[in-house]
């Protein structure tokens, strides 16, 4: 079987090893292939029978022209880049990684918080500068410090990640309200409880979105929702950047009706500069790293070769277009 990978690199950039690939075939590997060329995809994916991708999109052509192939894997749990009902017009299964990275996600999102309440970061910088050497008192900080304790987190989305989250959540003593549409009861206790959206608005002194991006999600954050946030109001994001609405957050953050934002996600990624959260006050940005632990990502790997396994013995798993 003859194997591509169009775009590896951020998956394994050395670190980590192709062999479970190699081993199902004759393996070509390419660190990045050029999103909007094509006749490039086309070309690179030639008489490829197994198509590995993770962001490279798969038209509609590019499934008319590739008469060999027989399977796409991904390397990620979404799969939005690859027309699915044209592969699947063409009996082409898409297998997709359900989950990998439900640890080093929530641990992230704790993480955006805490630099949120602490500044850790700038903090030491300044140190590094001279600026506690320099200080007439013992001490001193530049920002306001937050104990998480007695706080309430809400959740929106509590599935494996948002529930990850509470459990990390609830470790430094928060309170947490989660929101889902499909509600597991028996998660409650005395310190986690389901409720409607409104209420965990209304509630919550910091929200996490842990939800998938959907019709019904897609901008769940916008002006409307932010009305009904308390002021002061926390917001972290590293599930999908298409959750909110940019222009509203910046704008809520500019006016300390929310008083900060952590993101690992933005709506067009690579950010670009004309992205009104990069001015915002209060807003921390990182490019989409949850995921990237090495430990995320060999589970990751692991799963996308099962995947392939899986096809090749006849019993195909994780297909997203069955």
Known sequence: MKIVILDGYTENPGDLSWEGFELLGNLTVYDRTPFNDTEEIIKRIGDAEAVIVNKTPLIKEVFERCHSMKYVGMLSTGYNVVDIAAAKERGIPVCNIPTYGTRSVAQFAMGLLLEICHHIGHHSDAVHKGAWENSIDWCFWDYPLIELADKTMGIIGYGR????????????????????????????????????????????????????????????????????????????????????????????????????????????????????????KNCIITPHISWAPKESRQRLMDIAVNNLKSFIAGKPVNVVNG
């Open 161 to 280: 990640i948002g529930q990850a989250t509470g459990m990390l959540a609830q470790a430094f003593g928060m309170k947490v309200l989660a929101y889902d549409a499909c509600k597991n009861f028996s998660l409650e206790t005395e310190t986690m409880r389901y409720a409607e959206l409104d209420e965990l608005l209304a509630k919550s002194d910091v929200i996490a979105l842990h939800c998938p991006l959907f019709a019904e999600t897609k901008g769940i954050i916008n002006k409307n929702s932010i009305a009904k946030m308390k002021d002061g109001v926390i917001i972290i994001n590293n599930s999908r950047g298409e959750l909110i609405i940019e222009e509203d957050l910046a704008e809520a953050l500019n006016s300390g009706k929310v008083y900060a934002a952590g993101l690992d996600v933005v709506s067009t990624e690579p950010i670009k500069s004309e992205n009104p959260l990069l001015k915002a």
